[in-house]
């Protein structure tokens, strides 16, 4: 049985909470995977990271803020992120939005400045659009503010212009639609 899966085990084996210091325990020895070198340990880091998320959201979050999150914008705008490495991306995201209604505000932004500082051959601005998307459908009360400080914020275009590609943008007069990637 790998580290990761044994971790996930442990972690889900917590049905009413988490003890206090797991998320800090957990998170630093899965750090090291949290990294475009190999998608399918990444993939996995981050499904233990929506768990703890999911199962004890007021612990894990300082954590995951302090130690985590700056290594999440790199990982979003990698070209090497995609399929299951970029759905847990996603479904992590939504997890981490859900904990703190406050973080959606600075997630996007620092997600756009991430893909604008990366060299164009490091950069994926579809999936930086993705990661958006995901941001605001997983928390449709601050939509508004959220595109507001994207839209501030936005100097790739074509982050814009994928939003509006794969119909992911938030727009409360019209039907939602099912985007590709979550069908």
């Not at 997600?111 to 998307?133: D, H, I, Q, R, T």
Request: with cysteine; proline share 8%; net charge neutral.
């Amino acid at each position: 049985m790998s580290v990761l899966s044994l971790i996930t085990y442990i972690a889900s084996s917590y049905a009413s909470g988490i003890p206090q210091d797991l998320p800090a325990t957990v998170i630093f020895h899965i750090k090291p995977y949290l990294s475009t070198a190999d998608t399918q340990p990444l993939s996995q880091a981050l499904s233990i990271l929506s768990l703890l998320l999911d199962l004890s959201p007021n612990t894990t979050f300082p954590v995951i803020e302090r130690e985590v999150l700056s290594d999440i914008y790199t990982i979003a705008h990698s070209p090497v992120v995609s399929s299951v490495a970029l759905d847990s991306l996603l479904r992590f995201l939504s997890s981490l939005v859900h904990a703190d209604n406050q973080i959606a505000t600075h997630v996007v932004p620092n997600l756009v400045f991430a893909v604008e500082k990366a060299p164009k051959a490091e950069a994926s601005p579809g999936n930086v659009a993705k990661c958006v998307a995901q941001v605001v459908r997983s928390q449709p009360d601050v939509a508004a503010g959220t595109i507001a400080e994207y839209a501030k914020n936005l100097k790739v275009r074509s982050i814009l212009l994928n939003i509006a590609i794969d119909g992911t943008g938030y727009d409360r007069t019209r039907p939602r639609r099912c985007p590709p990637w979550s069908c």
